[in-house]
């Protein structure tokens, strides 16, 4: 599946660093709640702009659901696209949107415990 299929045009900064987070938060908690083994997302996941997806690695669940968080992401309709916390217009199906809020509680504070202070900004905000 490539999450970018109908997208022409190029990924601001902020999309990126957002899309970025979103793929760190996942493989922390990925690597801290689930045993199985662990592969990159599927090589015809491309993200104009991120080049080294592919260092990442998931088990099949949290691939699927990075793969359906990624996609959504890029066919958000507002300009700006606001925090997803903040959105009035909520993309993701009711239990992916929990998901993402176990995600987020989890790895925030774990990698700003590893010294991931950049990413109080994206925590809080």
Same mark, same amino acid.
């Not at 599946?1 to 022409?8: R, V, Y």
């Given at each position: ?8 045009t190029s990924l601001s ?43 990442? =690695? ?13 996609? =959504? ?33 989890f790895s925030g504070p ?16």
């Open positions: 599946m490539n999450a970018a299929a109908g997208q022409t900064r902020r999309e990126i660093n957002d899309l970025l987070v979103l793929v760190r938060f996942t493989e922390v908690y990925c690597a801290a709640k689930h045993a199985e083994q662990r592969q990159p997302l599927p090589a015809d996941l491309e993200l104009p702009g991120i080049a080294d997806l592919q260092r990442y =690695r998931f088990c099949a669940d949290c691939g699927d659901f990075l793969q359906y968080a990624i996609e =959504r992401r890029l066919r958000c309709p507002l300009d700006p696209k606001p925090a997803c916390k903040h959105c009035q217009v909520h993309c993701y199906r009711a239990e992916m949107r929990e998901k993402v809020r176990e995600v987020m509680r774990a990698l700003i415990k590893r010294g991931r202070l950049d990413l109080l900004w994206h925590y809080f905000f």
